[in-house]
């Protein structure tokens, strides 16, 4: 039973992966002044970029929780989610509005995915 783990630090791993499953951490914008649009693109591009080091992409998720700061800000995150996700693998996902621990952070986005 391995388990790899990228980026592993003190407190968390940014990505685990098990069974050719992969796991990703709380992703949050280091680019706290952005609005929601900039934003979301920022944690998306981030979830790109993980899950291709782990050998898999957006087309292979299984799984996504969205947590936002305020659902004000829904409608600007949907914009940037449905430009970013491919028509024909959306994820199930749900989206809940939460106290984020960073209050300048405006979306946290965890997804599980499938290896290739």
């Given at each position: 039973?391995?388990?790899?783990?990228?980026?592993?630090?003190k407190r968390l791993s940014e990505v685990?992966?098990?069974?050719?499953?992969?796991?990703?951490?709380?992703?949050?914008?280091?680019?706290?002044?952005?609005?929601?649009?900039?934003?979301?693109?920022?944690?998306?591009?981030?979830?790109?970029?993980?899950?291709?080091?782990?050998?898999?992409?957006?087309?292979?998720?299984?799984?996504?929780?969205?947590y936002i700061k305020d659902l004000a800000?829904?409608?600007g995150m949907n914009e940037e989610w449905?430009?970013?996700?491919?028509?024909?693998?959306?994820?199930?996902?749900?989206?809940?509005?939460?106290?984020?621990?960073?209050?300048?952070?405006?979306?946290?986005?965890?997804?599980?995915?499938?290896?290739?």
């Amino acid at each position: 039973m391995e388990i790899k783990r990228l980026y592993p630090g003190k407190r968390l791993s940014e990505v685990a992966i098990h069974n050719s499953t992969v796991y990703l951490a709380g992703q949050i914008a280091e680019d706290t002044t952005a609005d929601i649009h900039g934003q979301t693109r920022e944690v998306l591009a981030h979830i790109d970029r993980l899950l291709a080091e782990a050998g898999s992409d957006k087309t292979c998720i299984l799984s996504c929780q969205i947590y936002i700061k305020d659902l004000a800000d829904f409608a600007g995150m949907n914009e940037e989610w449905d430009a970013w996700v491919p028509q024909g693998h959306t994820p199930p996902r749900a989206t809940v509005e939460a106290k984020l621990a960073d209050p300048n952070w405006l979306v946290e986005i965890v997804v599980v995915a499938a290896q290739r």
